[in-house]
């Protein structure tokens, strides 16, 4: 999120929401609802991830921030809310799913463990 941030907040600072354009606050509050679902769900959705499998978090991470990007193109707040809880939760994701998959399937193909 760090690196889209000044880009999001482009697109989200453009909208108007029912006829008012959005202000500064309401920006504020997007992010901090993608940040906050990232802090506050990290741990449990790292313990799914090592339950229901690294390969399955990963493709749930690419799905989350598909719905996350594209909610950007919405007028909605409430899709735009939705979209800033997919980026948290996918965001999550990202920081548990795809590294572990990939070291794990290294450890399974018989890798050196060195490299």
């Given amino acids: 999120d760090w690196l889209q941030g000044p880009y999001f907040y482009e697109v989200y600072a453009s909208k108007i929401i029912a006829g008012t354009p959005v202000s500064l606050d309401m920006v504020s509050k997007l992010f901090l609802i993608g940040f906050g ?3 506050l769900l990290g741990p ?3 313990k799914l991830v090592d339950t229901r ?5 990963t493709l749930a991470f690419v799905l989350l921030y598909t719905i996350a990007a594209l909610s950007t193109r919405s007028d909605l707040l409430g899709l735009l809310v939705l979209g ?3 980026g948290g939760v996918g965001t999550s994701l990202l ?3 795809p590294e572990s998959w990939l070291v794990g399937e290294h450890s399974k193909g018989g890798f050196n463990g060195k490299w």
């Fill in 84 to 86: 800033r809880l997919a």
């Fill in 95 to 97: 920081f548990s799913a």
């Fill in 44 to 46: 449990f959705v790292g």
């Fill in 53 to 57: 499998g690294r390969k399955a978090g």
């Fill in 37 to 39: 679902t990232t802090g």
